[in-house]
């Protein structure tokens, strides 16, 4: 599985496993215990997280998720040193902590708390994503 696998889907909490496209949408399964599959068609709105990124002050402009998330895993693997429900002021840190080039008037709260239950999911459900030694075999090997 990778970033291209998974995806979010607006108003519904947590993300889901892309199975497989339909013509009028695209089949997803929660990552979650119970693996509720939800058939998302053009009223939701999904988005692919290997489509997401960050803003950033770098020339690019932003940086891709898949590389904030891998930069999250190898510095706390797993254990992010935030409390239980972190203020505002600890939150932004953590994020320039990882991401010290964020653009903070673009990036909001909301949005480090997305990134950090994002994280928490994947690193369950699916941790092999984080590691980038692995996805870089898995590419050579599928070509």
Do not use: C
């Amino acid at each position: 599985m990778d970033f291209k696998e998974i995806a979010t889907v607006s108003g519904k909490p947590g993300l889901f496993k892309v199975l497989k496209p339909t013509r009028t949408g695209v089949i997803l399964e929660s990552m979650d215990e119970k693996k509720a599959k939800l058939v998302a068609g053009i009223s939701h709105r999904v988005s692919i997280l290997g489509d997401i990124s960050i803003y950033t002050l770098t020339e690019e402009g932003a940086e891709p998720l898949q590389q904030v998330m891998q930069k999250v895993e190898a510095e706390f693997e797993g254990d992010l040193g935030l409390d239980s429900n972190p203020d505002d002021a600890e939150l932004r840190a953590f994020m320039k902590h990882i991401l010290p080039e964020v653009d903070e008037t673009r990036v909001y709260v909301s949005d480090i708390k997305k990134l950090i239950s994002w994280y928490k999911i994947i690193r369950k459900f699916a941790p092999e994503v984080l590691n980038p030694s692995e996805e870089g075999e898995e590419s050579a090997e599928k070509e």
